[in-house]
């Protein structure tokens, strides 16, 4: 199974039609959260399933505002990450996905990207395509299972699209948008 994965859209869902021609062979879309009618609209015009969850821009949400699925390699679980305090830690992601009997963890919320593999859990954050706070051009991920395998990639806008740019830190950047000491 192939699965094209996003997540804080706002609204904004140009670069997801810039980047679908390049795809190929995608078998489901997870959107994980900030605009749950972003997947909707995107299911009605890509003609892909779209598995996805509200996030705290969403509003009317709970701690079990997430889904868990199944693949040929085990459960996976999606949430937005904003009740699990993603943007501090990611015990509490841990946790749920172990509740859960899950394999893997989609999440968003921090527009930052992220793939890390402790005790055994895959943790994916595909960052934000539209409004990333990584001082990148916007990113997305690519989930690859099988059987026998699980392969999760970020991949960045501005290098699928032609510029080879690297992202940048953007520290400072966040410092003064993100800080309650300023």
């Given at each position: 199974m192939k699965i094209l994965v996003i997540s804080d859209t706002h609204g904004k869902l140009n670069k997801i039609r810039d980047i679908w021609p390049?795809?190929?062979?995608?078998?489901?879309i997870i959107h994980a959260g900030d605009f749950i009618s972003d997947g909707n609209k995107l299911e009605r015009e890509l003609k892909v399933p779209v598995l996805a969850v509200k996030g705290n821009c969403d509003g009317g949400y709970s701690r079990n505002?997430?889904?868990?699925?199944?693949?040929?390699?085990?459960?996976?679980?999606?949430t937005?990450?904003?009740?699990?305090?993603v943007k501090y830690q990611l015990n509490t992601l841990m946790y749920k996905a172990m509740e859960n009997q899950c394999k893997a963890v989609v999440f968003g919320h921090t527009h930052k990207a992220l793939i890390e593999h402790e005790q055994g859990i895959y943790l994916i954050n595909p960052g934000s395509l539209t409004l990333p706070r990584d001082g990148s051009s916007g990113s997305y991920a690519i989930i690859r299972t099988s059987k026998d395998s699980f392969d999760a990639s970020i991949v960045y806008y501005s290098t699928?699209?032609?510029?080879?740019?690297?992202?940048?830190?953007?520290?400072?950047?966040?410092l003064l948008n993100?800080?309650?000491r300023f």
């Open positions: 390049k795809l190929t062979d995608i078998n489901l505002d997430f889904k868990t699925f199944d693949t040929e390699y085990g459960k996976i679980m999606i937005h990450g904003h009740m699990e305090n699928i699209m032609g510029n080879k740019k690297p992202p940048q830190a953007g520290f400072i950047r966040n993100y800080s309650d």
